[in-house]
T-cell receptor
Framework: EAGVVQSPRYKIIEKKQPVAFWCNPISGHNTLYWYLQNLGQGPELLIRYENEEAVDDSQLPKDRFSAERLKGVDSTLKIQPAELGDSAVYLC????????????FGPGTRLTVL | QKEVEQDPGPLSVPEGAIVSLNCTYSNSAFQYFMWYRQYSRKGPELLMYTYSSGNKEDGRFTAQVDKSSKYISLFIRDSQPSDSATYLCAFDGGTSYGKLTFGQGTILTVHP
């Protein structure tokens, strides 16, 4: 069974440029998560979707970050414009959808903002 | 005060050693306690999961939870070089279920 797929794996951009990350969850998983992981830190939740509805986006910096999950399957996270402090790994995870189901993580997209 | 405190290490041990990894937490609402393992350039993967105080064993791994002290531990017996990774404690059941709160991770190296 394929795991969570993320692309691109690596992205280098200059500050003020836009960037987008894509995630395809495990088939049948209704809940999708985007996490931010800074170097030497644990992941922090940015947004959680149940199907196509964002049910927890309290940690998403809405002035520059946006996310969508059309049709309740794959999802895109966008940053516009990027800042130097956005350099980090952006992780996507998915789960079946019950509150305590295991979250399965993708490999992440490593973003470097110059 | 951070909700979760985890010693970042790094921890370096010889093959065959017993490893102890620890986290403390302050949020009494946490109901589920997990340990994730993260290899370099990979996403975290669930290693152990428990919801009650006491010990849970799975092969060489034992997860221990002490709710009264708000303290959780992961023990690795007979450590192997393949155990070299970052270990993250994680908690669920705070503000809402499904929103995991992670520790900062402990980097472990097991050398042959």
């Amino acid at each position: 069974e394929a795991g969570v797929v993320q692309s691109p794996r690596y992205k280098i951009i200059e500050k003020k440029q836009p960037v987008a990350f894509w995630c395809n969850p495990i088939s049948g998983h209704n809940t999708l998560y985007w996490y931010l992981q800074n170097l030497g830190q644990g992941p922090e939740l940015l947004i959680r979707y149940e199907n196509e509805e964002a049910v927890d986006d309290s940690q998403l910096p809405k002035d520059r970050f946006s996310a969508e999950r059309l049709k309740g399957v794959d999802s895109t996270l966008k940053i516009q414009p990027a800042e130097l402090g956005d350099s980090a790994v952006y992780l996507c995870a998915s789960s079946l959808g019950r509150a305590t189901d295991t979250q399965y993580f993708g490999p992440g997209t490593r973003l470097t903002v110059l | 005060q951070k909700e979760v405190e985890q010693d970042p290490g790094p921890l370096s041990v010889p093959e065959g050693a017993i490893v102890s990894l620890n986290c403390t937490y302050s949020n009494s609402a946490f109901q589920y306690f997990m340990w994730y393992r993260q290899y370099s350039r990979k996403g975290p993967e669930l290693l152990m999961y428990t919801y009650s105080s006491g010990n849970k064993e799975d092969g060489r791994f034992t997860a221990q939870v002490d709710k009264s002290s708000k303290y959780i531990s992961l023990f690795i017996r007979d450590s192997q070089p393949s155990d070299s990774a970052t270990y993250l404690c994680a908690f669920d059941g705070g503000t809402s279920y499904g929103k995991l709160t992670f520790g900062q991770g402990t980097i472990l190296t097991v050398h042959p």
